[in-house]
């Protein structure tokens, strides 16, 4: 969701081994601590960095802020203020001299979750630490890398600071982000979507979207199948951003996700992805 410049942090684990998630009309969340202050945020795998909403960083972030320019899913880049030295808590993690970024986050909580979103934390906890994701006990767990994981093992591959793995769809392997912060299932730009053969005229509608740097008009059309680690989804909803890039960029979000158990490990490059029973 944020593109942004991240520095190294030290790591110290807490007597918890696990946090709480939530799904909530599609997102999730998460309980973190920042600099000790107790808050919740959106738990985001696809954000470069921890973002914090500027009245949490008024009550517990007093560092000085290096003003950048950020570009996250939405229409524009925005400025954030970057601060060093914050300690993140998450998943029994403790991630201290961490940087993370200050912004206004108003518009996401208003205009895409209709609640207050205080923090959303990115990918340094997944940098740290092997994560098992288990929705159906609503738990984001440590784990051990003695042992080898259940699940269909894939390769994550670093695309412009995102960590991706290989799909299939519609028999077009394409390599798509892995984004817990996407609530929908598909999302490519022009691009992608053309090199997948799926602007091929079929019928579409039109849906508001967009991450940080506001609302951006999506076309929405129907994937016939999805294959995610030799699970095969029919009929999948894939929203098309507008904009086009050289190698093409594919998204797969919580609408696919959440039909797994996952087991993360960004330090590795893999993910472990076992299909729900129910």
């Known amino acids: 969701m944020l593109t942004a410049f991240v520095l190294g942090l030290s790591l110290q684990l807490s007597a918890g081994t696990c946090s709480d998630l939530r799904v909530i009309d599609g997102r999730v969340w998460t309980d973190i601590t920042i600099n000790g202050a107790a808050t919740e945020a959106l738990f985001d795998s696809g954000s470069e960095i921890t ?76 940098d740290a630490s092997r994560l098992a994701i288990d929705f159906d006990a609503g738990q984001v767990c440590r784990m ?8 269909a093992r894939r390769a994550l591959v670093s695309r412009d600071g995102i960590m991706a793995f290989e799909i299939t769809i519609e028999g077009q392997t394409v390599l798509a982000d892995f984004d817990t912060g996407n609530r929908g299932a598909l999302l490519l730009d022009t691009t992608a979507a053309e090199a997948a053969g799926l602007l091929d005229g079929r019928a579409e509608t039109l ?60 330090a590795e490059s893999a993910i472990w992805l076992s299909p729900r029973e129910n």
């Open 51 to 126: 973002v914090v909403d500027l009245a949490l960083a008024a009550q517990a972030i007093h560092g000085e802020a290096e003003t950048v320019e950020a570009r996250g899913t939405g229409a524009a880049t925005v400025s954030a203020g970057l601060v060093q030295g914050v300690t993140i808590g998450a998943a029994g993690l403790e991630l201290a001299d961490s940087v993370i970024a200050v912004m206004d986050l108003a518009d996401i909580s208003q205009r895409l979750v209709g609640r207050p979103v205080p923090a959303i934390l990115g990918r340094e906890v997944f």
């Open 144 to 151: 051990d890398r003695a042992a080898e994981p259940d699940g």
């Open 207 to 266: 849906r508001s979207g967009g991450g940080i740097g506001g609302a951006v008009d999506r076309r929405v059309l129907e994937v016939r199948s999805v294959d995610v680690a030799g699970a095969v989804f029919d009929t999948v909803d894939a929203e098309i951003d507008p904009r086009e890039s050289e190698a093409g960029s594919a998204n797969i979000g919580l609408g696919l996700l959440t039909r797994f158990h996952l087991i993360v490990d960004f």
